[in-house]
């Protein structure tokens, strides 16, 4: 089996955790604690429990870390939702963000439903 750095959905991600991080940044020194602490957390437990659910030697557990991943996902989406509503990200980086989270989502969801008919 691949190593997880090999999964093209943790590398996606990986990157996807990195914007995030990168956009926060510019966001209100008093969101410190609020938004910008909850979407860097959810966005790296992406990657996190893909990195965990590899490093199960059971496809069962792995498809349950997957799931929980997926979970993590939607949390970025409500928070990038949140975060242009609050006008600390532009549409464009609104647009951006929710299209890389449908493409992992997808990823996410193909690969579970692969590890599904091997079961």
Not at 42 to 70: D, H, M, W
Not at 94 to 115: F, R, W
Request: hydrophobic fraction near 35%.
């Amino acid at each position: 089996m691949l190593h997880w750095k090999n999964l093209k959905v943790w590398e996606k991600s990986n990157c996807l955790t990195k914007k995030i991080y990168e956009l926060t940044s510019k966001f209100p020194k008093q969101e410190q604690f609020g938004v910008i602490s909850q979407i860097r957390r959810a966005a790296y437990s992406i990657p996190v429990n893909i990195v965990e659910g590899k490093s199960r030697k059971n496809t069962k557990e792995f498809i349950q870390f997957l799931n929980i991943s997926n979970a993590s996902l939607e949390e970025v989406r409500y928070f990038i939702f949140l975060s242009k509503d609050l006008k600390y990200i532009n549409e464009e980086d609104y647009l951006m963000l929710e299209n890389k989270c449908e493409e992992i989502s997808k990823m996410l969801n193909g690969l579970i439903n692969s590890l599904k008919e091997k079961l």
